[in-house]
């Protein structure tokens, strides 16, 4: 390879290790968010499962009428529940998806990168 070609790609992996990082830190704001939501969710419907179960009235009547004697619960059940059909469990984790689909392809050019997108270039196998 040329002086200029090796610059070249150089210049390409540089290009695109700062496009991945750039990517991959755009993520982190809304992944934050994402599981500050999915935590402050979860210990209400925790929190709302404890006290739906230490009621002794739970016991004496049907289902849906205890559901309906704990609205906090319920809701915030109702609430988990659609978030993981909305997908919650995939945006907590979309930038380590990335990297993670990033590693596979990037292992075929004997290549891989870190959480961040940083690019990491292992050696070149030695073929005889």
């Known amino acids: 390879m040329s002086g200029l070609q090796s ?3 150089f210049s390409d992996l540089k290009a695109f290790e700062r496009r991945l990082t750039e990517y991959v830190s755009c993520l ?10 999915l935590i402050v969710v979860s ?12 009621d002794p009235d739970t016991q004496k009547v049907s289902f849906f009428s ?8 319920t809701i915030s059940c109702i609430t988990l529940i ?17 990297a993670a689909r990033c590693r ?8 891989s990168c870190d959480d961040t997108g ?11």
Do not use: D
């Open 7 to 9: 610059l070249l790609a």
């Open 28 to 37: 982190q704001p809304a992944t934050g968010r994402w599981r500050m939501i």
């Open 43 to 54: 210990v209400c419907t925790a929190t709302g499962a404890w006290n739906w179960l230490i």
């Open 66 to 73: 205890s559901l309906w004697n704990h609205p906090f619960f």
């Open 82 to 98: 659609g978030l993981f059909f909305a997908g919650i469990h995939k945006r907590v984790v979309a930038p380590s998806i990335i």
């Open 104 to 111: 596979t392809v990037l292992a075929e050019y004997n290549m």
């Open 118 to 128: 940083k690019l990491i270039l292992k050696p070149r196998p030695h073929i005889q």
